[in-house]
């Protein structure tokens, strides 16, 4: 991930940055009912089952290719090119792509474990499992299309947040408004307003904020804003209109509403575009070291004065935005309410994806009971070790970079091999049993209005919230080695290095197709699973992750021999991703904010080739060891062209234009160029697939490497 380096002394901040989990997965193919990973039968039957998957899993793959392009022209076109046309049907705000699309998978996952009463009895959840089938039954129940954004618990909650001017009128009082004080109370519900809050990942999981990302179904910027028939301009102002009608809010008042948010966050913009993503301002400013004492409100609010942050930097942007709020307090006003709305709109086209989104709810507001349900039914023992296996075999590959990397010097490489050595790898979940039962039982006070969805949902809101802050509203009843509650949930489709404690995590919910099956040819599963291990391994041994020692300290190990040579050979990532252009918003991939994540991509790639090479071998020489079809039924690729397949087609996706602008706040490049990038610079893709110099994919002879 790419942190300023002005921000290297500042713990939290990189700890906010550094342990997101990074790489998600795929969907499993709708045509594929998900199931067990243990569900196999043995014997014949068990053979026969795997041939039939393989089978019917190979013409998935299939299904996304575009076979008219040529593998060396352009290997995502050829891998992705038809993914639009054959993906499953769901609804999405976001950007569809198979590594976002497993949600769709947990969510049938769910659906089945709801109904799982009997294992809830043996876990001893089944009061809890009442409650999420009670709210499922009246999510499906109720009318969602059809959004009641009228409906008095909404407009109850408004005007206890701030107000709706817009509707309220003259009773509206903006002298006794404060925008921090209602985006405390956003916040409480899962929206945010003009402050953006989330946890440090790190105990005491204080409260961090970031500038706000302004806009509904698209985040708003200087460039698409421009003008009144920008895409930008009319998804919003759709938005804003259909809340507005609800109230039966005239026409003329309407207008007037909408064209006051406008202006407002033009100016904000102002305000916003003048800062980084971690609050620090592009300029020094006068107001550097400045306090913003309407923070303590937000604090009394949100947190009732509990584990207030001592590492801020967002309190001169504050005083910047406060100036723009003062000048526009009804439009503000307007804006939060709408905000609010949004947050509990279910935002659906077609009741037909009514089920999705309700089940979607409950894995997302529950996650610590269905886990349970989950960890007992689809993850398996044999499983967890042969991932184990593999993530082995992908630390003896970096072991081996590690060594062979020519710009480390002789005193960061013995460091580097140290932290090496003490990597503490996990499959599945970590447990902390304690706050796991404490978190599920929390689930009990979770309040279910029969007669009122509204009400319901509200309350599952203010739930969740109160869910995703416990360690850190509890933090002084833990010791100070807890970690994030996260890496206590297996049923995600995650995996990541956690920098803190020095740990290669790869979550439960992540090993089923098409990451990983049992019944796959190694070379897909190195492909795939490999590929994702070898990235978060990679972040292991960054820029940011040369600030801590092998026990998780800050602690800079790199001379400046090492960092020049590490400096030199990023600028070459640097340089190559910033010369991709994105034509359907005519804007280049950001190459320094990217840099980190491309490294990782490059150096994943290239680790689990060698991984899958190293694991071959093994079983050539190795007379009992159960030899492996390394090919897909109907698919003509060799071995090694399909582990490339298998990479590229994690990150087949499809853009409208509004998610290109929401996803340039990413760490991460556009998915295809996370594809065209690493594999350009790959001498295995190229002697896989044949490519000559001066084709799309190798289009001159020196590439970029660091691991």
Not at 34 to 49: H, K, N, P
Not at 133 to 141: E, K, P, V
Not at 481 to 489: A, F, G, H, V, W
Request: glycine share 4%; net charge negative.
């Amino acid at each position: 991930m790419s942190i300023p380096k002005i921000f290297t002394n500042n713990l939290s901040s990189i700890l906010l940055w550094w342990i997101l989990f990074l790489v998600s997965v795929m969907q499993f193919p709708v045509e594929i009912r998900a199931r067990s990973l243990t569900d196999v039968t043995d014997g014949t039957d068990e053979e026969q089952s795997s041939a039939d998957y393989l089978k019917s899993y190979a013409e998935h793959m299939k299904s996304y290719m575009n076979l008219s392009v040529e593998p060396c022209d352009n290997f995502y076109e050829y891998a992705c090119g038809n993914y639009p046309l054959a993906k499953a049907d769901h609804f999405s705000l976001n950007r569809r792509n198979n590594i976002m699309d497993q949600t769709f998978t947990l969510n049938d996952i769910t659906v089945q474990l709801l109904g799982r009463t009997q294992l809830a009895e043996t876990l001893n959840v089944s009061r809890e499992l009442d409650v999420a089938q009670r709210f499922y039954n009246a999510c499906l129940g109720a009318e969602l299309v059809r959004f009641s954004a009228a409906d008095p618990a909404y407009l109850n909650l408004i005007r206890s947040s701030g107000g709706f001017p817009a509707v309220d009128g003259a009773s509206w009082n903006a002298y006794e408004f404060s925008w921090v004080n209602m985006s405390a109370h956003l916040t409480n519900y899962g929206a945010q307003g003009l402050i953006h809050e989330e946890l440090v990942a790190a105990y005491p999981f204080e409260p961090f904020f970031r500038p706000p990302k302004l806009g509904f179904d698209y985040i708003v910027d200087t460039i698409n804003l421009a003008g009144n028939d920008s895409r930008a301009f009319r998804l919003n102002d759709e938005r804003m209109r259909g809340y507005l009608k609800a109230y039966n809010v005239s026409q003329e008042r309407i207008t007037e509403v909408i064209d006051g948010v406008f202006a407002f966050w033009r100016d904000a913009l102002d305000v916003t575009e003048e800062y980084n993503d971690l609050c620090e301002s592009f300029e020094s400013t006068e107001d550097d070291e400045a306090e913003f004492p309407q923070l303590g409100n937000y604090y009394a609010i949100a947190w009732n004065g509990v584990n207030i942050t001592k590492h801020n930097e967002c309190e001169t942007f504050f005083l910047a935005l406060d100036k723009v709020c003062t000048r526009h307090p009804e439009a503000v006003a307007n804006y939060l309410a709408m905000k609010l709305l949004y947050e509990f709109d279910a935002k659906l086209t077609e009741a037909k994806y009514q089920q999705d989104y309700c089940v979607g709810l409950i894995r997302e507001s529950m996650p610590f009971l269905i886990d349970k349900l989950y960890m007992a039914e689809h993850f398996s023992e044999e499983t967890r070790l042969e991932v184990l296996a593999m993530v082995m075999e992908l630390r003896k590959s970096l072991r081996k970079s590690l060594e062979e990397a020519e710009w480390l010097d002789d005193e960061s490489r013995v460091e580097a091999l140290l932290k090496e050595s003490t990597i503490k790898s996990s499959v599945g979940s970590l447990k902390n049993e304690a706050l796991i039962d404490r978190l599920v039982r929390e689930i009990s006070s979770l309040k279910i209005v029969e007669d009122s969805f509204a009400t319901t949902k509200i309350n599952l809101a203010r739930y969740r919230i109160n869910t995703d802050r416990f360690s850190s509203l509890h933090f002084e009843e833990m010791t100070n080695d807890t970690l994030p509650q996260t890496t206590y949930l297996g049923m995600q489709v995650q995996a990541s290095y956690y920098i803190i404690d020095h740990s290669i995590n790869v979550m439960a919910g992540i090993l089923q197709p098409p990451i990983y099956h049992r019944a796959w040819p190694d070379s897909l599963k190195f492909g795939t699973l490999g590929f994702i291990v070898g990235h978060e391994l990679t972040h292991g041994f960054d820029s940011t992750s040369s600030m801590f020692d092998s026990k998780g300290n800050v602690n800079p190990w790199w001379t400046k021999n090492t960092q020049r040579g590490f400096d030199i050979r990023t600028h070459c990532f640097i340089k190559q991703y910033s010369n991709y252009t994105i034509p359907e918003i005519g804007v280049n991939v950001n190459g320094i904010k990217t840099k980190d994540e491309n490294i990782a991509d490059n150096g994943g790639l290239r680790q689990a080739f060698v991984a899958y090479q190293s694991h071959m071998k093994q079983q050539l020489e190795d007379p009992e060891q159960k030899k492996t079809i390394e090919q897909m039924p109907g698919i003509d690729l060799n071995p090694d062209q399909l582990f490339f397949l298998g990479f590229a087609q994690l990150f087949c996706s499809e853009f409208k234009e509004e998610h290109y602008y929401k996803h340039m706040t990413n760490v991460h490049a556009i998915d295809k160029y996370r594809v065209l990038g690493s594999i350009s610079n790959s001498d295995d893709f190229v002697q896989a697939y044949n490519c000559p110099l001066g084709s799309g994919m190798r289009p001159e002879n020196k590439t970029c490497r660091l691991w």
